[in-house]
């Protein structure tokens, strides 16, 4: 069974940072691009950020370039999701997710990120 478990979030004041982790599990993490959304209240779902299955090439939404960074860990099968200068336009559920190589779409439950003095 496929699972994707995200934890970090939390309340956070302007100008702080998270790390969010996301463990996958009941796949081959290793194959898989993944990627990080997030969804604010009100709001579409967007993509945040993705990184390639051996971490050699990631992209950014550009509104998070230059303070958001991801990364991987396949031995941990685990990516992560560093943030700074958090804004409260940052404000959302981070969601975790990939595709599968038969088009299905995986997602997490989210983590809740607030980002409040």
């Known amino acids: 069974q496929v699972q994707l478990v995200e934890s970090g979030g939390g309340l956070v004041q302007p100008g702080g940072s998270l790390r969010l982790s996301c463990a996958g599990s009941g796949f081959t993490f290793s194959n898989y691009a993944m990627s990080w959304y997030r969804q604010a209240p009100g709001k579409e779902r967007e993509l945040v950020a993705n990184i390639s299955n051996t971490g050699g090439s990631t992209n950014y939404a550009d509104s998070m370039k230059g303070r958001f960074t991801i990364s991987r860990d396949n031995a941990k099968k685990t990516v992560y999701l560093q943030m700074s200068s958090l804004k409260p336009d940052d404000t959302a559920v981070y969601y975790c997710?990939?595709?599968?190589?038969?088009?299905?779409?995986?997602w997490g439950r989210g983590t809740q990120v607030t980002v409040s003095s």
């Open positions: 997710y990939f595709r599968s190589w038969l088009g299905n779409d995986y």
